[in-house]
């Protein structure tokens, strides 16, 4: 055992992740390794909640998502990396914790209520779509984790989650800790179109697009709107591609860029031509790894097996604790 503090998050699989996917969640899960026990995990159930019309593609979504997050730098040696579905006790201790859950607790759940407006092409008016969060209580006290970094979106989660757990210890015996949200400090990265990214806008760059894909995605970003004319001089604090050059640029080419920008001194196709080559660059080892576990699937495969069955270790030791609890062992 290490005295480390352990800390569980998930992300439904939604096939290969792009820059918003990366610095909204993954590279902070990255940084985390050092400090914390590690659980991260595919919430392939998860997707099944929205999916459930057409699941065909989770299986293949989840492998290439956790091709992506072995590219970007979690260690398998660090992080216990599993499968929700491969930890059949996540239904289990699901299933109990709906029982003790109150309906009301889900309903009021604001998540819920917008992504049934959000996804209105979908009919998620399904019992497993009202319980997501119960699933998701039971992902994160399984391993009786501390934190749950996640973003502001999923507070609402962990919140229900905590007042599941404490509802459990007060029917039964004190089983569970109540998880904290970790929320993860991110740079604003928009789309191209200066929406939020996300690929049901059409607006992603993947971390395994091609160098001739991003030179052509860049070209096309929105930059100052204000900006019509290149003699125009231009705000970069409402520029999208100066936000990609803060994180993808050297420091004094950012404040280069920045002075320059404002007097009208860099056109923004020039402009977006350098940060299109740095992301490049940066990208380039992630591709690298991404290439070598392409060629070998067999090793992800053992990978996600090794994961598995130390998840699977723990998730056996809390439920005879949640069986001893309720009496059913
Ligand atoms: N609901 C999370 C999302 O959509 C994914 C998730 C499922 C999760 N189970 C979790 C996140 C447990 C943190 C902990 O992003
Ligand atoms: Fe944005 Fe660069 Fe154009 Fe300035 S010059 S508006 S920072 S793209």
Known sequence: MSGKKRILSGMRPTGALHLGNFHGALANWVKMQDEYDCFFFVADWHALTSDYEDPSAIKA???????????????????????????KE??????????????????????????????????????????????????????????????????????????IARRFNYLYTNVFPEPEAILTQTPKLLGLDNRKM????????????????????????????????????????????????????AKDRVDTINEECRKAGIGCVDCKKEMAEKLIQALAPVQEKRKFFEENPDKVDEIVEAGNAKARKTAVATMEQVRDAIKMS
């Open 198 to 249: 996300s690929k049901s806008y059409g607006n992603t760059i993947s971390l395994s697009e091609s160098p001739e894909g991003i030179r052509k995605k860049v070209s096309t970003m929105v930059t100052d709107p204000q900006r019509q004319r290149k003699n125009d001089p231009g705000d970069p604090d409402v520029c999208n591609v100066f936000s990609f050059h803060k994180i993808y640029n």
């Open 61 to 87: 979504s989840s492998k290439e998502m956790v091709i992506d997050w072995l590219s970007v730098g979690l260690d398998p040696d660090d992080s216990t990396l599993f499968v929700q579905s491969s930890i």
């Open 90 to 163: 996540h239904a289990e201790l699901f299933l109990i914790l709906t029982m003790l859950t109150p309906v009301p607790w889900l309903e009021r759940n604001p998540t819920y209520k917008d992504q049934i407006i959000q996804l209105e092409n979908k009919d998620l008016s399904t019992f497993g779509f009202l319980g997501y969060p119960v699933l998701q209580a039971a992902d994160i006290i399984m391993y009786k984790a501390n934190g749950v970094p996640v973003g502001v979106d999923q507070v609402p989660h962990v919140e229900i989650t905590r007042e």
